[in-house]
C-alpha cells in the first residue's frame, strides 16, 4: 500500500479528476431559486465548477489538480491541467461565480464546507509559479473571505457533524489561506473562533462516530484543527485533555476503520471518505507528537489501517469517484 503521493498516482488521480470537473451531469445542485428565471443549467450558473456531481466537489477536484502540478509538473496530465486552468480560470468565467454568489439567496451557498475549499484552493493557487490562476480566481476568494470574516463573529455555536456542515473542517482549510496568502486579520479570526467553539472540549468520547454518512470524524477534525490554528504548547496542552486515552486506544471506535456496504450509495460512500480523512487527521496529528511519544505509534498505526481500507476503491463507481481522490491526497500527504 502507498503510503505518500508519488507520480503514479498522481497521474491516476489527475486522469479522474480531468474526467469528471467538467461533467456535468449526473449534477445535484444547491442553489435556491428566487423565481423560474433562475432554473438555469449547472453550466449556466456556474461557470467553472459546474462539474464532479456538485459545486464543492469541483472546487476541491481543482484544489488537487493544483497541487499534483506543483509537486509532480513533468506528469503527462500537467499539460491537461495547466489547458484546464488556461481555459476555466479566466476572469469572465470567475465574474459568473462572482455572480451568481451575488444573489441574495446564494449568501449561505455551500456555508461552510464550499467556503473553505475555495479558500484551500486559492491558496494552492497562490504557490504555483504561474500566480495568473491565483489572481483571476481572486474575486471569488474575497467573496468567501469575506464571507468568513462576516459569519464567524455571530456563529454562536459550532457544528459538530461528521459532514459538510462541520465547521472544524472549514476552520482548517481556511487557515491554509490565511498563513499562504497573509491574511493576519482573518488568520487572527479563525485561531479566535477555534478556541471559543472548542478550547474548552474535554475527554471527547467520539460516542456518536460513524454515522451512516459521515465523511469526517467530528472528533479527530477538531483536533486538526486546533493543531493547525493553536501554538505548539498550547495545543499539546489542549490535545492531552481532548483525547486523553489514546495510549489504550480510546475511544476504540476512532481505531476502527468504518465499513461500507455499497459504493453506489451517495451517502454510504461517504464512509470511505470518512477512512481517509481519518487516516489525514491520525498521521498530522502523530506528527505533532514528540517522536519518543507512545502515542505516536498507535496513532500512525491507526492511519495505515484506514488509509488501507479505502485507498484501493477510490475509483469506481461515481459516486465516490467524483471527490474521493481529493481526500487520498490529504491523507497521503499529511
Known amino acids: 500500500m502507498a503510503n505518500a503521493l508519488t507520480a503514479e498516482i498522481a497521474q491516476q488521480f489527475a486522469t479522474i479528476a480531468l474526467g469528471h470537473v467538467r461533467r456535468e451531469y449526473p449534477n445535484k445542485p444547491a442553489n435556491a431559486f428566487a423565481g423560474p428565471e433562475d432554473a438555469r443549467t449547472p453550466s449556466q450558473l456556474h461557470p467553472i465548477f459546474h462539474g464532479s456531481l456538485d459545486w464543492h466537489s469541483c472546487v476541491h ?3 488537487m489538480m493544483g497541487y499534483i502540478l506543483r509537486k509532480f509538473p513533468e506528469i503527462a496530465a500537467a499539460e491537461n491541467i495547466r489547458a484546464l486552468f488556461d481555459e476555466m480560470l479566466v476572469p469572465d468565467k470567475v465574474a459568473g461565480e462572482c455572480a451568481y454568489m451575488a444573489a441574495p439567496l446564494a449568501r449561505g451557498f455551500e456555508r461552510p464546507y464550499g467556503w473553505g475549499w475555495l479558500l484551500k484552493l486559492s ?3 497562490c504557490l504555483l509559479y504561474d500566480r495568473r490562476w491565483f489572481d483571476n480566481l481572486k474575486p471569488l476568494s474575497d467573496v468567501f473571505a469575506g464571507r468568513f470574516t462576516d459569519f464567524l463573529p455571530v456563529a454562536t455555536y459550532p457544528v459538530r457533524v461528521g459532514t459538510h456542515f462541520n465547521t472544524a473542517f472549514a476552520l482548517r482549510l481556511a487557515a491554509d489561506y490565511a498563513e499562504t496568502v ?15 467553539w472548542y478550547g474548552g472540549d474535554e475527554v471527547c468520547p ?5 454515522s451512516g454518512d459521515d465523511f469526517l470524524s467530528s472528533t479527530l477534525i477538531e483536533a486538526e484543527c486546533m493543531r493547525r490554528l493553536m501554538p505548539e504548547y498550547a495545543f499539546m496542552r489542549w ?3 481532548f483525547l486523553p486515552e489514546i495510549g489504550v486506544e ?3 471506535t476512532l481505531f476502527s476503520p468504518a465499513s461500507v456496504s455499497n459504493r453506489s450509495d451517495g451517502k454510504i460512500a461517504h464512509l470511505d471518505g470518512l477512512n481517509l480523512s481519518r487516516a489525514w487527521c491520525w498521521r498530522s496529528l502523530a506528527k505533532a507528537l514528540p517522536g519518543a511519544d507512545p502515542r505516536r505509534s498507535i496513532m500512525e498505526r491507526a492511519a495505515r489501517d484506514h488509509l488501507a481500507s479505502a485507498l484501493a476503491h477510490v475509483q469506481g463507481d461515481y459516486m465516490g469517484e467524483h471527490w474521493l481522490a481529493s481526500f487520498a491526497v490529504l491523507a497521503l500527504e499529511a
Do not use: M, N, S, V
Open 123 to 125: 491558496a494552492e493557487l
Open 206 to 210: 467520539a460516542w456518536g462516530e460513524p
Open 182 to 196: 497573509g491574511d493576519a486579520a482573518l488568520g487572527k479570526l479563525l485561531h479566535q473562533t477555534a478556541i471559543r
Open 239 to 241: 490535545f492531552d485533555r
Open 250 to 252: 480510546k475511544p476504540a
Open 61 to 63: 477536484g481543482y484544489w
